[in-house]
């Protein structure tokens, strides 16, 4: 190994579509995604852990407009492979309309929408906020001073 070079952390892997997708992305998005990937592969840098459906992989924000995401995950290299585990890159895509979420969802093959941990609580009801018919009961006329009792009615018999 020459001087300057170092050891990479990790192997890199792409699902094929992923690669498909960094050809078909314009040529600034393409540069800035490999050298954000060479920096993940020497451990240099790491992605945000994404969250629900999506948990156990990262995202990558490759551009300064905040327009498009890799998704990749770490898993353990094949046997015989020169390192022990490997960056998996999932996809190379515009996040416009969470479309990156939805793809990645469609090559884990999930039959739904992944949903992240903060979607799922939202859409979930706290079982504080369950609406039920208040339990009112007008007050009994013998509660209130002044006024005389209800009669019984002959089956009530008071027990001793």
Known sequence: MSQGQQKSAFGLSFDPRALTDLL????DIRDLTLAQLQ????????????????????KLVV??????????????????ALHQREVHVVAVRPRADNDVYDEVGRR?????????????????????????????RPPLPSAMPGLPRPAQSPAYRPAH
């Open 24 to 27: 078909q992305a314009p040529s």
């Open 39 to 58: 920096d993940i592969v020497n451990a240099r840098h790491f992605g945000l852990r994404l969250t629900g459906d999506l948990e156990g992989y990262r």
């Open 63 to 80: 551009d300064s407009r905040r327009q498009w995401r890799v998704v990749y995950g770490l898993r353990f290299a094949p046997e015989g």
């Open 108 to 136: 884990l093959g999930m039959a739904r929408r992944p949903l992240s941990a903060r979607t799922h609580a939202a859409r979930s009801r706290s079982p504080q906020l369950i609406t039920r018919a208040p339990d009112y």
